[in-house]
Structure formats: structure tokens, C-alpha cells
């Protein structure tokens, strides 16, 4: 739990001010924004989508795991600063991996898994 605290304070940190900053800086419109926000959003429901089709079929640990390393990965791609079409296919890859993340947790809470308790 304090893994996932750190990294939501770290996401809330790139969308409330570092995503701003860089929209501006990098492609000078707010419209960069949205189109990046949304792309991540995007992804993350087909994401989840994808996973509730699919998930039971794959090893929650792996999925979770997986997700959580290229949810981060795609930063050290946007710090290249890359044109604006491959920075949104890297949002929307990142939303997409980061898409079954809250599915998994949900479970493991039902089972009583996410809480700290030893079930």
C-alpha cells in the first residue's frame, strides 16, 4: 500500500502540474493537454476493457506488476520530447497498462489480499 501511495503521489504530482508545464513548454497549446490526458484515459478503459475479457486467463501478480512498470516507463520516453502524435500513442500505452491496475486491487480487497491481512 505504501508502493501505490508513493506512485499516486508521484502521478497526481505530472497530471496537476508537471503535465501542464510540459504542454505548454513542449507543444504550446492547452488543446496538447487534453489530447494527452485523453489519450491516457483512453487507454486505460480499453485497458480495463481488455483485462475483464481476458484477465482471468493471466496471472494477476505478472499483469499488475507489468503494469505498474511501464505506467512509469513512459516518462523517461516523454522526457525526449517527442512530437506530439508519439507522445499520445506513449499516453495511450501507458493508459492501457495501467488500465487493469484498479481491477486487480479491487479483487484483492474483496478477498481480503489488499488490506494488509494475512487471508
Known sequence: MLTLAAT????EAWSAVAAPVYAR???GSAAA??????ASGGGSVIGAVV???VGHRLPRRAVFVGGFVLVGAPFLLLATLPP????????AVRGF???PM?????VLQGEGKA?????
Open 8 to 11: 499516486n503521489l508521484l502521478d
Open 25 to 27: 513548454e513542449v507543444y
Open 33 to 38: 493537454l487534453g489530447l494527452l490526458f485523453g
Open 51 to 53: 483485462y475483464g475479457a
Open 84 to 91: 506530439l502524435p508519439a507522445a499520445l500513442a506513449i499516453q
Open 97 to 99: 497498462a495501467g488500465g
Open 102 to 106: 484498479n481491477p486487480i486491487l479491487g
Open 115 to 119: 488490506d494488509g491481512s494475512s487471508a
